[in-house]
């Protein structure tokens, strides 16, 4: 952030709301009456990045639970928007559609500010929580299970190995959210593509583009089969095709991201003569190790290992350690069949591949003169006194903003009888006690807040002089301050909650949609495993245990639809990313998917893991310039110049692009 827009953020945090509020239409229930939009802040933190009600707003939006039945039960979609730099921006705006199924994004304001910032020199971007899930989820909290299953879940907390749990969790949470009314068959890809439209027609948009990462993809295709009415045109970024059964391929991308890191050497006669077969001895490598393990400084290194080590780092755009890995992969494969660890050991120790950094290039800088020397150093260290400062003035533009928000709203008397019996369960003299209380605390979540509930808690479970203090402040709690404490319940257990829902939302949804007749099975799981080139003892160790959700599947009902299998086939321009090193989705499933889309351009790129456009400017500037004209050919040249050189066994660099 530069100077001014900090200075913009601190003006507004003092000074409440500068301007008019941003979509003021917003405030009044949103322009379309069938999708009710009701305005809320948005979670913190917002500062330093963005400022509520200004740069950004938030709230939920009432949608059909089932968009054939418009009258019946509602669905409340959190939402936010990000609003255009541009003081004239365009009318067509970006919806991002996150990955999962699961794990929303309205909860962390700031990340997808930092993703789609480049999208929002000219147009708003949209994010939503989708049906179920996080925000757009919190009547789905399985409280009673939880109360049920409070010791064992604070248990497996603390640790304790607990294989039977995750079933019994997910059992019980079904029967319960099916007992509070909620039509379990609704909550699928088919109704979230429709409510993709909805979302932006209660915002007040017209046509729109679509940026859909991970499952996003696989949503954003239905949306074209199902509910294209006025989308623009549609990036896909890291696709999960419909007709691929994505969980008996789960080592799929693994394997090909090993494939493609030797790919260009194998392609290139040097490099190739250098290393023959380079692909298939790390197969037999990996093999090799895990049948005898070497240690390196206290660490088994087994087929495991060196698989995790080819694959799950680099698939992580956060982190830098990694970056540039690819170009000591044939070296490092070479040097272990010869038992030296030296590489090996340096990679552990974050010593290879080697960060720059501007330390490092003053220190290797030959010829200067004194003065220039001076001037780089003085350079180096005004960079650091910049960084510094900047990560200064952020975390006190966070913290000036949490201030100001207890300021306005200071703890309520709620809050304090909340403490207070926290405080009470804490001095319990025996673990029955506590879990007995828990187990009635949680199971409040869902009742109809009233102060005569929580006398007959604190009666049950207190001795005579901390149940008549407690009773005594309930006496005294307004009908907000029993709201507030029933709504802490849910606040003051987010922990436990999430321990207990652990992956429910992804089920949820790929249990009852994608594992169907065999489609997704532990068969198949085993079966493609064991046939994308390792060797049987790396494949065993991959897949013994199979992973829990083969067998967990089985507690959903299938639920067919009608071509949701099927390859989508639309005429909407759309740009289709892969990155070669993604171990989420295989490098080969974004060319596939544009087989059936004759109006895409499919592009893989080198060095790129999930979501391809946090790996480079280049991927983000594609991006850019197709919004801007959707089905024009884009100059993709730069994805070329991510190629990574190869490191040669005489010490030199082979450029292979």
């Given amino acids: 952030m530069t100077p001014e827009q900090y200075l913009a953020v601190f003006l507004a945090l003092l000074g409440g709301e500068m301007n008019e509020p941003t979509f003021p239409e917003l405030l009044n229930g949103g322009p379309d009456p069938r999708f009710p939009v009701t305005r809320a802040p948005c979670t913190r933190p917002v500062a330093p990045s963005e400022i509520d009600g200004q740069t950004v707003v938030c709230g939920t939006i009432s949608v059909p639970e089932d968009h054939d039945s418009p009258d019946g039960d509602r669905l409340n979609l959190a939402f936010i928007v990000y609003r255009a730099h541009s003081l004239a921006p365009v009318a067509d705006p970006v919806v991002y559609l996150h990955g999962g199924p699961g794990?929303?994004?309205?909860?962390?304001?700031?990340?997808?500010?930092?993703?789609?910032?480049?999208?929002?020199?000219?147009?708003?971007?949209?994010?939503?929580?989708?049906?179920?899930?996080?925000?757009?989820?919190?009547?789905?909290?399985?409280?009673?299970?939880?109360?049920?299953?409070?010791?064992?879940?604070?248990?497996?907390?603390?640790?304790?190995?607990?294989?039977?749990?995750?079933?019994r969790l997910v059992s019980e949470c079904i029967l319960e959210l099916e007992g509070r009314g909620f039509d379990l068959p609704l909550f699928n890809t088919t109704q979230n593509a429709r409510d993709v439209g909805s979302v932006m027609s209660a915002l007040g948009y017209g046509d729109y583009n679509?940026?859909?990462?991970?499952?996003?993809?696989?949503?954003?295709?239905?949306?074209?089969?199902?509910?294209?009415?006025?989308?623009?045109?549609?990036?896909?970024?890291?696709?999960?095709?419909?007709?691929?059964?994505?969980?008996?391929?789960?080592?799929?991308?693994?394997?090909?991201?090993?494939?493609?890191?030797?790919?260009?050497?194998?392609?290139?006669?040097?490099?190739?003569?250098?290393?023959?077969?380079?692909?298939?001895?790390?197969?037999?490598?990996?093999?090799?190790?895990?049948?005898?393990?070497?240690?390196?400084?206290?660490?088994?290194?087994?087929?495991?290992?060196?698989?995790?080590?080819?694959?799950?780092?680099?698939?992580?755009?956060?982190?830098?350690?990694?970056?540039?890995?690819?170009?000591?992969?044939?070296?490092?494969?070479t040097q272990l069949e010869q038992g030296d660890v030296t590489m090996l050991r340096q990679m552990l120790q974050e010593a290879i591949p080697p960060q720059p950094s501007a330390e490092d290039a003053l220190a290797g800088a030959i010829g200067l003169a004194s003065d220039e020397q001076a001037l780089a150093q003085a350079f180096v260290n005004a960079l650091d006194q910049i960084e510094l400062a900047s990560g200064t003035a952020a975390q006190m533009l966070a913290q000036l903003e949490e201030?100001?928000?207890?300021?306005?709203?200071?703890?309520?008397?709620?809050e304090y009888f909340d403490d207070e019996l926290e405080r009470a369960l804490a001095a319990l003299p025996e673990r029955s006690d506590q879990v007995a209380f828990s187990r009635d605390y949680l199971s409040l979540r869902f009742v109809t807040p009233s102060a005569g509930a929580l006398i007959d808690l604190v009666r049950t479970h207190f001795d005579d002089l901390t149940a008549a203090r407690l009773s005594s402040m309930i006496a005294l709690l307004g009908a907000d301050d029993v709201a507030r404490v029933f709504d802490l319940i849910?606040?003051?257990?987010?922990?436990?909650?999430?321990?207990?829902?652990?992956?429910?939302?992804?089920?949820?949804?790929?249990?009852?949609?994608?594992?169907?007749?065999?489609?997704n099975s532990a068969e198949g799981f085993v079966k493609t495993t064991e046939s994308v080139g390792m060797g049987p003892l790396l494949a065993s160790a991959l897949t013994d245990p199979v992973p829990s959700m083969f067998t967990i599947c089985d507690l959903f009902e299938e639920r067919p639809?009608?071509?949701?299998?099927?390859?989508?086939?639309?005429?909407?321009?759309?740009?289709?990313?892969?990155?070669?090193?993604?171990?989420?989705?295989?490098?080969?499933?974004?060319?596939?998917?544009?087989?059936?889309?004759?109006?895409?351009?499919?592009?893989?790129?080198?060095?790129?893991?999930?979501?391809?456009?946090?790996?480079?400017?280049?991927?983000?500037?594609?991006?850019?310039?197709?919004?801007?004209?959707?089905?024009?050919?884009?100059?993709?040249?730069?994805?070329?110049?991510?190629?990574l050189p190869y490191l040669m066994p005489d010490g030199s660099l082979l450029d292979v692009r």
Wanted: aromatic share 8%; proline share 6%; glycine share 6%.
């Fill in 103 to 167: 794990g929303g994004t309205v909860q962390s304001v700031a990340s997808v500010s930092l993703f789609f910032d480049h999208l929002r020199g000219r147009r708003d971007v949209i994010a939503f929580d989708q049906r179920g899930v996080d925000a757009s989820g919190p009547d789905m909290d399985c409280f009673e299970t939880l109360a049920e299953n409070v010791e064992d879940v604070a248990d497996s907390l603390a640790g304790a190995e607990m294989p039977e749990l995750e079933g």
């Fill in 210 to 333: 679509i940026y859909g990462v991970s499952y996003g993809t696989k949503l954003a295709l239905e949306t074209m089969r199902t509910a294209p009415d006025r989308v623009r045109s549609v990036v896909l970024d890291s696709v999960a095709p419909p007709q691929v059964a994505l969980y008996d391929t789960l080592y799929v991308p693994h394997s090909q991201s090993i494939t493609n890191t030797f790919a260009p050497c194998e392609a290139n006669a040097i490099c190739a003569e250098a290393y023959p077969e380079i692909s298939q001895r790390f197969w037999d490598l990996a093999e090799q190790l895990q049948d005898t393990p070497l240690e390196v400084d206290g660490t088994t290194v087994d087929g495991r290992t060196l698989f995790s080590i080819f694959t799950a780092a680099r698939n992580n755009w956060a982190d830098p350690t990694t970056r540039g890995f690819t170009t000591y992969a044939p070296a490092l494969v």
């Fill in 403 to 414: 201030d100001i928000d207890a300021a306005a709203a200071p703890v309520t008397f709620g």
């Fill in 490 to 519: 849910a606040v003051d257990n987010a922990t436990l909650e999430a321990v207990a829902e652990g992956e429910f939302e992804l089920l949820l949804y790929a249990c009852q949609e994608d594992f169907i007749d065999g489609f």
């Fill in 561 to 643: 639809r009608d071509n949701w299998l099927e390859p989508v086939t639309s005429d909407l321009p759309v740009l289709v990313f892969s990155g070669e090193i993604d171990t989420q989705t295989a490098s080969s499933w974004g060319p596939l998917v544009a087989e059936t889309l004759p109006n895409s351009q499919a592009i893989v790129f080198p060095e790129a893991g999930h979501g391809a456009l946090l790996f480079s400017q280049c991927a983000r500037d594609i991006g850019e310039a197709f919004l801007e004209a959707p089905g024009s050919t884009i100059d993709t040249s730069c994805a070329s110049d991510l190629r």
